[in-house]
């Protein structure tokens, strides 16, 4: 309870001196509290940073019914040190080259026509109620709900000759 008269001036007056209390007595702790859980120095610090700004901002949030003023701070320091973990582990977005693409190797676009070719070739092979429902699905882009609504299926007719044909095609592709 002895913090709750400092934050409470912090929400409320914006109190500086308040703010610089909690300051001194929390940001050492909280950094003590990151580097245990594996945090870098230097992150650590960061977060502490990131930590009391958000309580500077953030004070009108607390409600002393709900947690004391220790356990209000350690969670927004817990929630920021998650934060900095999930963007650490954010895979870097892929470097594009740009202008035009060059053009595929003859063999791989004899490959791909070839591989085309086949597949018509296996979809025409499929009993027409299969075909009709792939072509919905994959060439319609149709949910098998939004099949079944439109022919009046069932969903599970749906799904079960979807599923035959796809095992269909598989082999026949082979």
Known sequence: MAWVAQLEAV??????????????????????????????????EECVQEVMATLWNKAQLFDPAKASVSTWIFTIARNKRIDLIRKQRRPEPEDLPWGPESDPEQEDALAL??????????????????????????????????????????????????????????????
């Open 11 to 44: 929400r409320d007056q914006r109190d500086q001196r308040a703010f610089g209390e909690i300051f001194q007595y929390f940001a050492p702790r909280v950094k003590s509290f990151l580097m245990k859980s594996g945090a870098p120095a230097d992150v650590a």
């Open 113 to 174: 026509q070839q591989e085309t070719e086949q597949l018509g070739r296996a979809l025409q092979a499929l009993p027409e109620k299969q075909r009709k429902l792939i072509e919905r699905a994959y060439f319609g882009e149709l949910s098998h709900s939004e099949i079944a609504a439109e022919t009046g299926l069932p969903l599970g007719t749906i799904k079960s000759r979807i599923r035959l044909a796809l095992e269909r095609l598989r082999h026949n592709m082979k």
